[in-house]
Every structure is written in structure tokens, then in C-alpha cells.
């Protein structure tokens, strides 16, 4: 029900913990792991000529993350319009489930020529009963 | 006046645009140079046990960065107090300075047991005339 | 007995494929996890204050990796010397078996000064039984 | 002639120094500006529907990249067949002229869907000057 891997050695930076720039990628983990929990493959999405451009995200930490920690993203969708998605993240670790950070992405459907468009029907009628408002 | 660099191979994605994560890094590239101009070197601040910790980040991405585009990085800082900095980020492609994202950080004073610290005061004292309020 | 991992889309270039570089990070991944399956952490490792600096690697790439691509990294310790490591890999799709990549590094036992030291021999002693020549 | 930058913050890792992970990414950016130096263009040969699939590659690593360094990449064409390329690259840090890592990297042109090809003629033509032997 989330996303679990491991801090890489090379997410590490020189003040010894994972770099921020990581919980970005996590974020897409958590993003694509629900996805497809949902029984939605964002592979499949793409076939469709359908891709999630990234409109905004934010972060904020509240720990740090150490090379070798399982850590966890949670994932949920919400806000779900046909123009408009927003996924919410909470990143922990799993050993101790201390919250490291909480995140949000804002996505638009775009289509090859990167233009938006509208999110497919079919793809927001199974979405529709996923989202959880916060 | 700003931090300059090209659109790394391995930083575009299979959309065929640079991948989202990198603005992070990219602000930290900006992030540095604009303490570089400042006299103020990021080794130095690290040399005396401080580090700036990221607290927050956020970004609005406006449009998409190619493979080998020159890309600009204009940073301010937007506020300054003992135990919190902000920046703002600006980055545009330098051929036709189209804006590409607009994002902030805010950092947390922190010693080597990672542990939060006031600002060292001839840091703040140095930084104080530097602040560019939006 | 190996590390299992899926393709990120951060991973993926505008080749549509897993960047080449990636693949650097992997083998490190299987390293890690070989250490970890023979009962040794590699954090523990670096908690007696050595490091297994990186000293040469090689790749020969035979097919590409695409995104959400389940990936397996078999690894074996092929060279063992009190100086002196070699790890040998082998990089494939989970869902076809393809052999994605063979690679190699080489590695050297190192302080906290970054001067090469004789690999403790307690691990040494643990080691030598897992050693499989080529 | 040579491609210069400087290490970045997220390429640092626990041990602190540049992860060893991107001198793979390094060799690009100084095959990049090769290719550029010659009058040759890598988005230019792309659009032409070429690419330079990575066969292989390897890197011996010398001394170590910290934070901010500013480093150089030389890079040279040491081999060039109509369907096999070879570059060889040192990499150096600029202010001590320091070397840190000798690689090289072996080249395919691959059509977009992935197939080997010769390699245009009218490059070949011109990259058969630009041929270095080791």
C-alpha cells in the first residue's frame, strides 16, 4: 500500500544524510506505486499519448534520511480534475516511523506535443472514487 | 550575476525535458554562486560546523528545459534571521530568456550533530545588506 | 540472493531508455546487498572507519532498461585481497531474464583519511570463504 | 577545449567526496563539448534520427573530487569506425591540474528504434580528421 526502498549510498551527500533533491524522486516513487495499487499503469497512460506533466511541487523536511534506511511513501490523491491532479506524500522511515517529510505535486495532463489537455474520461471515472480529501 | 550552466544529457527523461528533480539541484547551484558573489564561500561556512539545512522547498515550473540549453539561475535571498534563511530562484533558458520555474528554500542553521544554531553573527552581519525583499 | 529494484522515471533519458549511468549506482546496489546477504553491513563496515573506495569500474552494455522495468543485480566477489577487492556483475530484466549489462570495480580498503589501509581482518577472515573466481 | 564545471553539492556523498558515479556523467559532458568543438552538434546528429548508443565503459579512478572543485574534462576520439566509435577522457581538477580519473567510453549509432547503423557518412567525412590515437 506505498512505495519502500532504500537510501542509496550515492542519494547521500557530504553532511552524511540523503540529499533533498532525492525526496523529489521518492515523491514519484510514492506517485507511481499508487498508481499502479489502483490498478493504473502510468507505462499505460503514456501508451495512451497521456503523460502527468509536473505543474508544482513542495517539501518540507522534518528529518533526515541515512544511507541503508527503509523508508516508506505514502501516497494519496487529493484533488482530481480534467486538467488538474494533486497527490499528497508523507515520507517516513520504516524502522521507527518517524516522519521525514511531507510533500505535494500538482500535475496537467499533457499530450506528445507537450500541450494540456483534458485527462482522459476513463481515466478519471476509475480515478474518481480515489480521492481522499485532506 | 547568476549561476550559468547547460541541460545535462542524463538530466532529461524519457518526455524528452530536463526531469523535474533537477530544479532542485538547480537551485542549489544558484544558491551557491549567489553566496560566492557575495564574497560569503559555501566550504567556508562548512569549515566553521554550520551548515544550511533545507527546511522547505517549492516550485512552480512554468515551461520545459531541453537537453544542452543554457539555463540561468537568478537567486535572492528573501529573508534573514538568525535561525532561518529564504531564497527565491528565478530560472529561465538564456537563449530566449524564457522562464522555465520560479521556486524558494528555506535553510535552517544547523552544527555537525545536525542539530539547529543561530546564524553565526558576522555570517548575518555580512548577509544583512544582501537581502532583497520581493 | 540479489538486489531487486524498478527502473525510475528519473532514470529514464530522452532515448527513452535507463541512462548509462545509472548503471554505476546498481552495481553499487548489488555490492551493498551481497554484504548485507553474507551477514556484513556495509554501514557497519564503514563504523570501524572503512570505506570501500572506488578505485576502477567497467560496464559493457547489452540491452536497454526501460521505465518500470523490474531489474535483478547478481553480484559476486570474483578477488579478494587485503588491499583489494573486485566485485563481478551481472544486470538483468526480471521479466525475460535479458541480460541487460555485465560490469565490474574494483575496489580499496580506506580510512577516514582516504589513505588506502589493509581491510580489517575479521572481515577478511568472513570473506574468504565467499569468494567465487570467474 | 575542454568542458569545465564545477563538482556540485548533490554529488557529494557520505564519504565526502563526488560519488564516483558521476564520472560516468562527466565523460558525456566532455564528449558533448567535443563534438561541439568540432563544429558538430549532438542535438544536430540526433535530429538526423542518430544516436550514440554507450556500448561500454570504464574509468580508473586517481584521486579524489570534493565539493565546488572546479574540474575539466579532456576528452579525445581515439577510434572511429562506420559503426563502432571510442572516446578517451582525462579528468582533472583545474587548480592544482590534479588528475583524478582516466575513462573511456565505446559508442554504437543506433537508429530510433534502437538498431545498430553506420554512422552517417557526411560525419564520418568529418570526424576522420579529429581521430587521436592513444
Redesign the interface.
Known sequence: MAAR?RV???E??????A????Y??WM??GR?EWLKEQGL???QL?SEGV?L?????????RA?AF??DELEVKTILSELKSRRLRFDYQIARVSDQTLLALGSSIHIPTNEQ?QAVRFPAHWLDELATKVTRG
Chains 1, 2, 3, 4 share one sequence.
Open positions: 526502498f542509496r549510498y550515492a547521500t551527500d557530504k553532511m552524511g544524510i540529499h533533498h533533491s532525492n523529489v524522486i514519484e516513487l507511481v499503469d502510468y507505462r503514456e503523460a506533466a509536473v505543474a508544482a511541487i513542495d517539501l518540507q523536511y533526515s544511507f541503508d507537450n
